[in-house]
């Protein structure tokens, strides 16, 4: 998503991230977010770097007039939200959705079409398209051109609830407000469980799968915390 009317933003997220409430955030304090010169067949909030200079059609040289804000979710937490968003289409127990994706996983970098139809089957693909492989992406990957710039922030989204954190983040950008992101705080019973499934059974493929991005953004390898704070 890319606004320019007050300062030149550009935000990045990966699905389940709170990439759309940040959005909203700008949005609210006076922010335009332009329309895209070309329509993507993915949703606009969960485009790569590289996807969003050309369907705005941005030259690369002028990314440096850029903040570009992304908004990144520790991995355990994201796969659970996208389980739960994908449990009334695969029906799937959450060991056998794990067991599932780990299987397939590795078509995922070579050919998104051929990994869908792995992963969901021929029908799923009909009804709903490729737009929910996006889900499965490592988050790093969505910073496609592997730009680094003192204008390239990446903002956690859990921490966004302390007010310094998010002062540090959007300073010059957005002012304070009391009106924090969507943040997923309605652990039902099967987020719960999910979280108990993961320590129990999946942590070490979901660490596999998206080990590169508890590296790179630095979240801790450990879920036990998450129980105890449900």
């Known amino acids: 998503m890319v606004s320019k009317n007050k300062n030149k933003v550009i935000i990045l997220s990966s699905p389940h991230c709170g990439g759309p409430s940040i959005v909203q955030l700008f949005k609210d304090q006076g922010y335009i977010f332009e329309d895209p010169k070309v329509f993507p067949p993915y949703p606009l909030n969960h485009l790569s770097l590289k996807e969003i200079l050309r369907v705005y059609q941005i030259p690369l040289e002028e990314l440096e007039e850029y903040a570009i804000y992304q908004v990144v979710r520790d991995p355990y937490k994201k796969f659970v939200s996208g389980y739960i968003a994908e449990f009334d289409r695969t029906k799937l127990p959450f060991k056998k959705y794990v067991s599932h994706m780990v299987l397939n996983f590795p078509k995922l970098a070579l050919d998104e079409e051929k990994y869908a139809k792995a992963l969901y089957g021929e029908d799923r693909i009909k009804n709903y398209g490729l737009?929910?492989?996006?889900?499965?992406?490592?988050?790093?990957?969505?910073?496609?051109?592997?730009?680094?710039?003192?204008?390239?922030?990446?903002?956690?989204?859990d921490n966004l609830q302390n007010p310094d954190y998010f002062k540090w983040k959007f300073d010059g950008y957005l002012l304070p407000t009391k009106k924090i992101p969507h943040i997923n705080k309605n652990f039902n019973r099967r987020i719960k469980n999910s979280f108990a499934l993961i320590e129990e059974f999946s942590k070490s493929q979901i660490t596999g799968m998206y080990y590169h991005d508890f590296k790179f953004f630095n979240f801790p390898l450990d879920v036990s915390h998450y129980n105890r704070h449900i």
């Open 131 to 157: 737009e929910g492989i996006r889900d499965h992406r490592q988050q790093c990957s969505f910073n496609d051109l592997y730009y680094t710039s003192p204008q390239f922030v990446i903002v956690e989204l």
